[in-house]
């Protein structure tokens, strides 16, 4: 049995997702479409399906992230693609062996797709110029991590329906997070309107279609859903926040603060989560928290992602 | 009258003006004859323009230690065919240039090598580590024509007073990289709109502005501490590579209170600004970054009403693996001295009708009197460090035929006018690009 969505409905998928410029809203849609049935294969007892059979996916992690990378990977052997994995520490970037020397090397193996992890924003583009083929960024520095917001998305849609007109909170460290770059990108063309709150230090002076807020107050109040983020613990040494019970007291989302949203409202955190530190413990375990709806999430919408980019396309076999 | 060389038919443009077409005789490196002669060798430069060669204070040779990035030969080559006869390299080597002996050397290779004239700068302080002063004297006898700790920044600004008020005695301005480390932070763009949504640290203006106006106080503490005393000819201070409206405001208040003040701009904050980092390409990674296109706007006003007193390449060349790291990793700069010319006459004079000789004026009277070296006018009897350019025929930035070690540019395929076809140094050729006549 196959899988067979119905992607004609919108413009052709763009070759890679690096961030959602050139992904119409018709398009976003035709994905959360795509990953509901993905939803259903991994309801399956043999959660496999043959679509990428004869694909290479590579995993190209210049950035160490565990989870990430076994999410895309799970993803596309489910979707029966093979998968290269490599990691590499951007160290030995540093020291004379280039992103362009490693990537041209995995292209020689044959590889259809690259998921690339780096720490460093950009990496992703100079990866596209190089090897003209489509690239899904898994996160690069703190500007993007677009399955990460789709995911974010298709959780919020499933939990609220539509986004229309939804007040979603962000709160956390603003000004380093791909992840709520990728969200300030992606949920208003969704129709929801986006509060972004954190401490002067840790807030961007502005972000395309998002509010930005140092009161925690005005960003929880009346809050469709609120999003929590890691905060690093990088920020207290490099100066920009004084300490951890400072920030705790400031921006701490606790159960008394979370009154102050909508009745009910959902919470979301990327992972992995500083228990106690941005979240109160109890919290992260409530009926509120759906963060392992997220990470189940993550498989469909990864899934589908992969289906997006290289359905339709013919597999480049080793070379 | 005998000389070398006739350059016949051609027009003279310098500083000063249009001086219309002349049969220009040179010999003994000098300019005998606006009139003609008789000399060993005729080039019919009809249509083409002659101006005296360009003067750039501000190049990264890489010599001694980086030679893998450029080094004297190609970078003074490349200076050559950009039109320039004189070069200052800045001392941010490996080791840095600190002692009278390393000026010296590089000196003497760079006679021998021949092509554009070297003028070394020399670190401000020891190692350039911002601590002990280095031998102002030793230095400038030896040939060094500014002090400067660029490639990095001068934090302790007691050390920067110390230092402008010992160079001053010998004659020597003290150049600065005018940005303030803790401002900048780790900043690779400029910080603003375009930085906060890319996800890219940000470095701003006011990192820039506020050094800019710390070092202005420095200098009329240093003007008090003199109390009249040492040589008033050439400035105390010049800022390198302005980027800022805000940072240019602050000079040209300074500048009509009549503070001895001096600064440059590179060619790149007069024709690029940060919206090209939306490519996310390293290629336009450069200290100072490039700022907003109303920054330029005043730059190039700056420029015109001499505000800023001359154009410094900051040619900073890197390895093409180094400018392929990722925008983190990868090292500011860009190599500047084989278009800048063409790109400004291109950009300001063929589109904005900037005036020829103002831009004239920037390139060469403005560094030489930067530097307290003299101005060279199109007239018997001065030094024939010329150029000899073509106003007309346009063709496209190619990096890769770039005499630089770095074949990179943000210009790559633009198509430009007014390309160098000979440089001449006290009237030797240094460079030649003329088409063989048919
Ligand atoms: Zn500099």
């Not at chain 1, 690096?18 to 007892?45: H, I």
């Amino acid at each position: 049995m196959t899988v067979t969505p119905d992607t004609s409905a919108a413009a052709p998928t763009p070759r890679s997702l690096l961030d959602f410029q050139g992904w119409s809203r018709a398009q976003l849609e035709s994905l959360f479409e795509t990953s509901k049935m993905m939803q259903e294969v991994l309801a399956r007892p043999v959660k496999k399906v043959p679509a990428l059979t004869g694909f290479t996916v590579a995993t190209v992690f210049f950035e160490a992230s565990t989870r990430t990378r076994l999410s895309f990977e799970l993803a596309a052997r489910r979707m029966s693609a093979d998968v290269l994995s490599f990691s590499a520490a951007t160290s030995s970037i540093s020291k004379g062996e280039t992103y362009k020397d490693t990537l041209l090397t995995l292209d020689a193996m044959g590889v259809d797709a690259y998921v690339i992890r780096v720490d460093a924003a950009g990496v992703c583009h100079q990866a596209e110029r190089w090897l003209g083929k489509p690239i899904i960024n898994a996160g690069d520095g703190w500007r993007a991590h677009p399955t990460q917001a789709l995911l974010d998305a298709f959780t919020l849609l499933e939990a609220l329906g539509s986004l229309e007109g939804k007040k979603i909170a962000i709160v956390g460290d603003i000004l380093h997070s791909r992840v709520a770059r990728s969200n300030a990108e992606l949920l208003p063309r969704l129709g929801a309107e986006v509060v972004a709150c954190g401490p002067a230090t840790l807030l961007p002076g502005t972000l395309p279609g998002v509010q930005l807020s140092t009161d925690l107050k005005t960003g929880l109040t009346d809050a469709d859903a609120v999003m929590v983020l890691r905060l690093q613990n990088e920020r207290m040494d490099k100066g920009l926040l004084p300490s951890l019970p400072e920030y705790i007291a400031g921006y701490q989302v606790t159960q008394e603060r979370l009154d102050w949203a909508k009745p009910g409202a959902p919470l979301l955190h990327p992972g992995p989560m500083n228990r106690d530190v941005e979240l109160e413990g109890p919290l992260a375990d409530s009926s509120r928290s759906l963060v392992e709806r997220q990470v189940a999430n993550g498989q469909a919408i990864r899934m589908a992602v992969l289906y997006h980019l290289l359905v339709g396309k013919k597999p480049r076999g080793e070379s | 009258m005998n000389g070398e060389l006739l350059i016949q038919h051609v027009r003279l443009v310098d500083s000063r003006g249009e001086h219309g077409t002349a049969d220009v005789l040179i010999g003994q490196g000098r300019i005998l004859s606006l009139e003609g002669g008789d000399a060993r060798r005729h080039i019919d430069a009809s249509g083409l323009i002659l101006s005296p060669g360009f003067c750039d204070p501000h190049a990264h040779l890489r010599e001694p230690g980086q030679e893998v990035k450029e080094d004297l030969t190609s970078g003074l080559t490349a200076a050559a065919r950009g039109g320039y006869s004189d070069v200052v390299s800045m001392p941010n080597t490996l080791p840095p240039v600190d002692r009278a002996e390393g000026v010296a050397a590089l000196k003497e290779k760079a006679a021998r090598i021949g092509q554009a004239r070297l003028h070394p700068a020399a670190a401000l302080t020891q190692g350039q580590e911002g601590k002990r002063l280095t031998e102002a004297r030793l230095l400038a006898e030896a040939g060094a024509v500014l002090l400067t700790d660029d490639g990095r920044t001068n934090e302790d600004a007691g050390v920067l007073a110390l230092g402008m008020q010992y160079a001053a005695s010998w004659g020597l301005t003290v150049s600065v990289h005018a940005e303030d480390a803790g401002l900048r932070r780790g900043g690779v763009m400029n910080e603003g709109g375009v930085s906060f949504r890319l996800g890219l640290p940000g470095n701003s203006v006011y990192a820039e502005s506020a050094r800019i106006a710390r070092d202005l106080e420095i200098v009329r503490y240093v003007l008090a501490q003199l109390g009249g005393r040492g040589p008033q000819a050439k400035a105390l201070l010049h800022v390198q590579h302005l980027s800022s409206a805000r940072g240019l405001e602050l000079i040209r208040q300074a500048k009509a209170e009549g503070l001895p003040v001096t600064c440059e701009v590179g060619p790149h904050h007069l024709t690029l600004s940060e919206e090209r980092l939306e490519s996310l390409d390293p290629l336009y990674k450069v200290a100072p970054p490039l700022r907003t296109p109303a920054d330029a706007e005043a730059l190039i006003q700056g420029l015109l009403d001499g505000s800023i007193d001359c154009i410094g390449t900051d040619h900073a060349p890197h390895t093409q693996d180094e400018k392929e790291l990722d925008l983190l990793r990868a090292p500011f700069g860009i190599p500047n001295l084989e278009v800048g010319w063409p790109l400004l006459y291109t950009e300001l004079v063929l589109k904005r009708d900037f005036p020829l000789p103002v831009l004239l004026e920037r390139f060469t009277d403005g560094p030489r009197r930067v530097l307290g070296f003299e101005a060279i006018w199109l007239e018997a009897g001065a030094e024939a460090s010329l150029v000899l350019w073509n106003p007309d025929q346009e063709r496209p930035v190619e990096p890769q035929r770039f005499a630089s070690k770095a074949k990179f540019s943000p210009w790559a395929g633009w198509k430009l006018r007014g390309w160098p076809v000979l440089t001449l140094v006290e009237g030797r050729a240094v460079f030649e690009g003329l088409e063989q006549p048919a």
